[in-house]
T-cell receptor, first 112, second 113 residues
Framework: NAGVTQTPKFQVLKTGQSMTLQCAQDMNHEYMSWYRQDPGMGLRLIHYSVGAGITDQGEVPNGYNVSRSTTEDFPLRLLSAAPSQTSVYFCASSLTGRTEAFFGQGTRLTVV | QQQVKQSPQSLIVQKGGISIINCAYENTAFDYFPWYQQFPGKGPALLIA?????SEKKEGRFTISFNKSAKQFSLHIMDSQPGDSATYFCAAPQQTGANNLFFGTGTRLTVIP
């Protein structure tokens, strides 16, 4: 059982470039979320989805887009990378709103 | 504004000792309080969680104590082991019906052999 799979694990971007962070889960979870983790700030919610076709913004959505065309996949798009987006990004999924959130291994992104 | 305030930022405990991490919140609508454990290079993993209708929940060496009137909850790790060395995060849900979490800023625990 793979759980939540994120790709790539590491990425270096130049300022202004765009890219997509991939997230896939095989647990048939309705709820999926993207967080970024920065030193001393915990994890902060970027975007989330409560089912296919439904997405909404979290605490820090600026500069990011998401879509949810299937239950399994929830990609995060950086439109025009900025150094402030240097962070570790985590995707998570859960069965319901009050059950365990399963996290992927993370993507470490550096924007130069 | 930090929705969930966590302390201390770091903690060093001797093997066999008790580790205590505290969290405080303001929003009385929060109805689910999980603790996550994170090892370096890994994603967070659920350790234990509590709902506000109980004051304490114990799972093995890990206990959550919940004080609804004070709007505080804490994680106690009994008989701390070097393998418990990790970063711990408390959290609370951002809204009803969704599992999107406000996280505390984390506590780095080091257990010395």
């Amino acid at each position: 059982n793979a759980g939540v799979t994120q790709t790539p694990k590491f990425q270096v971007l130049k300022t202004g470039q765009s890219m997509t962070l991939q997230c896939a889960q095989d647990m048939n979870h309705e709820y999926m979320s993207w967080y970024r983790q920065d030193p001393g700030m915990g994890l902060r919610l970027i975007h989330y989805s409560v089912g296919a076709g439904i997405t909404d913004q979290g605490e820090v959505p600026n500069g990011y887009n998401v879509s949810r065309s299937t239950t399994e996949d929830f990609p995060l798009r950086l439109l025009s990378a900025a150094p402030s987006q240097t962070s570790v990004y985590f995707c998570a999924s859960s069965l319901t709103g009050r059950t365990e959130a399963f996290f992927g291994q993370g993507t470490r992104l550096t924007v130069v | 504004q930090q929705q969930v305030k966590q302390s201390p930022q770091s903690l060093i405990v001797q093997k066999g000792g008790i580790s205590i991490i505290n969290c405080a919140y303001e929003n009385t609508a929060f109805d689910y309080f999980p603790w996550y454990q994170q090892f370096p290079g890994k994603g967070p993993a659920l350790l234990i969680a509590i709902r506000p209708d109980v004051s304490e929940k114990k799972e093995g060496r890990f206990t959550i104590s919940f004080n609804k009137s004070a709007k505080q909850f804490s994680l106690h790790i009994m008989d701390s082991q070097p393998g418990d060395s990790a970063t711990y995060f408390c959290a609370a849900p951002q809204q009803t019906g969704a599992n999107n979490l406000f996280f505390g800023t984390g506590t780095r625990l080091t257990v010395i052999p």
